[in-house]
T-cell receptor, first 115, second 117 residues
Framework: DAGVIQSPRHEVTEMGQEVTLRCKPI?????LFWYRQTMMRGLELLIY????????DSGMPEDRFSAKMPNASFSTLKIQPSEPRDSAVYFC?????????????FGPGTRLTVT | AQTVTQSQPEMSVQEAETVTLSCTYD???????LFWYKQPPSRQMILVIR??????QNATENRFSVNFQKAAKSFSLKISDSQLGDTAMYFC??????????????FGKGTKLSVIP
């Protein structure tokens, strides 16, 4: 199994630009999570999906952030317009059904820098 | 509110020695699961060990074991025979199983462990 795949690994963009982060979960996993990690705030859950349906987006910081999961093998996190305070590492993680509650498999992350 | 507290921001240990990382948590739920995740310098988070709250027996995974004290709401991680590859940030986390459908892991702030040759 290839594990959770994220792209790009690094993204540098200017303030005001649109940024799209991509994630491919592990095949057969029906939960997908988007996290943001910063030194100040630690690891924050932004949104998670179950069977491609968003379940809890209460962690999404504001309307500039949106996430989609059009099918079981692909999800995007979009920031439009981006701001310097969005600079962070964004992780995608996936998980099997509730039988292994809490066991999440993380991707390598995307380091986003907004200048 | 559910919280996880890791009181040791940084720790170090000599190679081949044993080290214990502390974690306390707070929840009003009775069914929950506890985890330790590792984040090496490569930054990819990796699950180290899992403990079901209803089990009295402490979980072990090779050189990693936990000391789970349910009444004290304490969940420490012991690493035996420390290796250079154990150098990483370690995050304590838990998830409740209230049946309400929430599937959110609560993470601590992390402990940075350095293994010294």
């Amino acid at each position: 199994d290839a594990g959770v795949i994220q792209s790009p690994r690094h993204e540098v963009t200017e303030m005001g630009q649109e940024v799209t982060l991509r994630c491919k979960p592990i095949s057969g996993h029906d939960y997908l999570f988007w996290y943001r990690q910063t030194m100040m705030r630690g690891l924050e859950l932004l949104i998670y999906f179950n069977n491609n349906v968003p379940i809890d987006d209460s962690g999404m910081p504001e309307d500039r952030f949106s996430a989609k999961m059009p099918n079981a093998s692909f999800s995007t996190l979009k920031i439009q317009p981006s701001e310097p305070r969005d600079s962070a590492v964004y992780f995608c993680a996936s998980s099997r059904n509730r039988g292994r509650l809490g066991e999440q498999y993380f991707g390598p992350g995307t380091r986003l820098t907004v200048t | 509110a559910q919280t996880v507290t890791q009181s040791q921001p940084e720790m170090s240990v000599q190679e081949a020695e044993t080290v214990t990382l502390s974690c306390t948590y707070d929840t009003s739920e009775s069914n929950y699961y506890l985890f330790w995740y590792k984040q090496p310098p490569s930054r990819q988070m990796i699950l180290v060990i899992r403990q079901e709250a209803y089990k009295q027996q402490n979980a072990t995974e090779n050189r990693f074991s936990v000391n789970f004290q349910k009444a004290a709401k304490s969940f420490s991680l012991k690493i035996s025979d420390s290796q250079l590859g154990d150098t990483a940030m370690y995050f304590c986390a838990f998830i409740t199983d209230s049946g309400a459908g929430s599937y959110q892991l609560t993470f601590g702030k992390g402990t940075k462990l350095s293994v010294i040759p």
